[in-house]
């Protein structure tokens, strides 16, 4: 059936034993089909990519063969044995571990005991604190990780925290380690630190399933690549040789073209202006720009070097101790959110599960929060329901929203469809000033598409766009400006002549080094 | 309710996923309501009387009060432990105010209702605005808040009656507000009639209401949209605290004294109206409708088991092991979401 399977993509032998292999394993939950008759198969040895959209099954499949999950029905061989995965600590006993995206560590406690956390070491029934420690040190000694193992983990940045979190599936002999989107959250310098890792692992023949949408990766580390689609095994190819068309062309079932639209800007009068803004934390220092109408400009920068929080402070989020900021001509600095949106300025955040979305809530209300003061959807003191309900199923059907149930629970769509929930809120009422933080954070690659456009729209009806994200393309597709970040001041500021990746890089580190 | 438990018959039939999937989107209160009535039906023949049955309506309205308020605070995200405080706090100063109004101007009657009224109220109320204060403004737990408050309160209800009855308040409050009828309806149940519908427009017919279930289900996002997110948590304890200082009030016309001790029982009894009507205590999920059913709920129980001659002692026993249970069930359902998500 299929025939690319028996290309030889791995460097390894091919008739080594496959250290998994899953035969026609599905998945049912009460009502839904998550898997639907998969085969996989992982090598020892080698990087195995495992690619399709928001709930095409990857997660469900990964939570299975780490044992967190039991299939419906199918069989799962290990190193040529059927076996059954009761339980993540089955799993593990045969040297299989996850790291999943959510983060299993518990904050108050310090790294060695995170890591150790379910299988300490006891002597008399006494907790062996010392070994306990020196091992943890030896594991993150070997990984490379420069983390004192009695830190605090609510100490730690999310980087850290996603190290210890890799650490923690060394603890016992490995086999298969598989992570899910493990570098979302890592710096350029700690993805390269995990990737050598990867390297001397598959080295010592060890097999890694692994979660991306990041198509750089797949091409570095990757040596085969399994696509899912609607929870169906599509496809096995060839990580080096197959053409970024084609992967999306086998994840989404349809040929999509070029994922950033084509923008022609014609920036008009200035929105925002900003003058020497600085927070009391410094996580922003002095920083001037200015936005206009029409445009869009992209903020670049690392994780925590002051792009987000620029915006957030303009907002009124975050709470400014000097600078000016200046929207449509008036001064709107120590101005609440509320007050902001009724000017007409939303700042839309980046972590739409935290800090985006009442998850249990319908998208409905999720789409209208903002917009409860509006005229559309009020009737004197009252709400109108009606208002709210038109305003609401035009917006889904602009946006394809997918099932398009608007009561239906946030928590219940996928990556893709709760962000599209969020952004819908930027239409409902008009702003002339819109903030998207890191749109496209774990947003598969067609709907990807569908919020470029989304936004470009935005651009050409005369609205200022700041678009704050942390992938380069983004910034360098999107925007006709950009400024370039670095620890809380801005680095560059880039027009889009010099808008390249070059550019836009040399920015990243430039003072680092000095 | 009737419909409720028509659907919940129609289920028995069907397939257990049939009743999972019910089960998800009702909750446990259509079954446990069904259960009850079959129960106490077989216990006792005076159990399914229509006179019994408004029995059970007049005597749950009050927790029934309490519970409307406690709704908001968990919605919220938290919850208020002081509503019991509350009702003494506004029984014990709204039959005192009440008492010296008549004692000094006898003619005045309905004058002393009212001082009394709104001095009970008031007073009641004012526990709600510093749970507010600390909750909204200082960050306090509510679950620190509250009790705090609630000993607060106790206190000071106590000290002021020196832990005695308060007598002398006129008999009409009694023969009005705790005894009267109006087309055959107990005042009770028309005041808490009048509190319920106005809540429900409140809640879901103005953008107000909204913003409870907004800033319960996500504060960082409600914030963000620009609802004013200290506002609403501040409102939320001082509406919880009018609600229980209604009820307070309504329980002093049917005593005719004013005490310190009632409402002990009404922290268990509303959070546990509301949990086992599906409000979810991590803020965010809850119906009004469900809450005055919940509310029902453990009114027929004590009635229920008053009739089949339960000793009181138990009767507590079995209150304590239906709370339990309901959030038991809530997090049961919360794993069946779950899997029905993927």
Redesign the interface.
Known sequence: MNTSLHHDAGAHAQDARPLIKTRAVS?D????R?LDGVDFELRPGEVHVLFGENGAGK??LISILAGANQPSSGTIKVRGEDTHLGSVHEARELGISAVFQEFSLIPQMTVAENLFLGAEHARYGFLDKKRLRREAEAILDELGFHIAPDQTVDHLTRAEQQMVEIAKAFRDELSVLILDEPTASLTNHETDQLFKLIGELTARGVGIVYITHRMAEIRRIGDRITVLRDGRYIDTVDAKTTSEDELVRLMTGRMVGAIFPKISFTPGEEVLRVEGLTTPDDAVRDVSLTVRAGEIVGFAGLVGSGKSETMQAC?G?RSASAGQVTYKGQPIDGA???????RGFL???ADRR????????SVR?NMS??A??AKQ??NG???S?SGEVAMVSDLADRLNLSPNRVERAV??FSGGNQQKAMLA?SLTRDFDLIVFDEPTVGVDVGTRASIYEFIAGLAGQGVAVVLISSDLPEILHMSNRAFVFYRGAVQAELPASELTEENVLSHFFEREAA | MADEAATTTASRRSAS?ML??LFVRLGILPFLLVIAIIVFTLMSDNFLTGRNLMNVLRQSVYLMIVSLGQMLALLTGGFDLSVGTILAISSVVGAMTMASVYAMAPDMVWLAILLGCLGGITAGTMIGVVNGVGVAFFNVSPFMMSLGMASVGFGIALYLTGGVPVYGMPVAFGDVFGFGTMLGIPAPVWVAAGLVAALY?FL????Y???F??VG??L?????????TRGTLFFTYVLCAAFAAIAGMLLTARLDTGEANIGASMPLESIAACVIAGV?LRG??GRLENVVLGALFIGLVQNGMNLARIESYLQTVVLGALLILAVIADQIRLR??A????
């Open positions: 998945k939950y009460p009502g839904v998550a997660s469900t907002f989020a609440s959110p509320g007050a902001n949106i009724r700042y839309l955040p935290t800090e985006g979305l009442m998850m249990m809530r209300e929060l903002a409860l003061d959807v009020r003191p009252f709400l329901r928590d219940h809120r | 996923d999972k999937r427009v879901y017919q103005t953008p209401g909204r913003y279930y907004a289900g996500n960082k996002a409600a914030s963000l949209s620009g609802i004013n979810s965010g999920v069946y979401v899997s029905l998500k993927d």
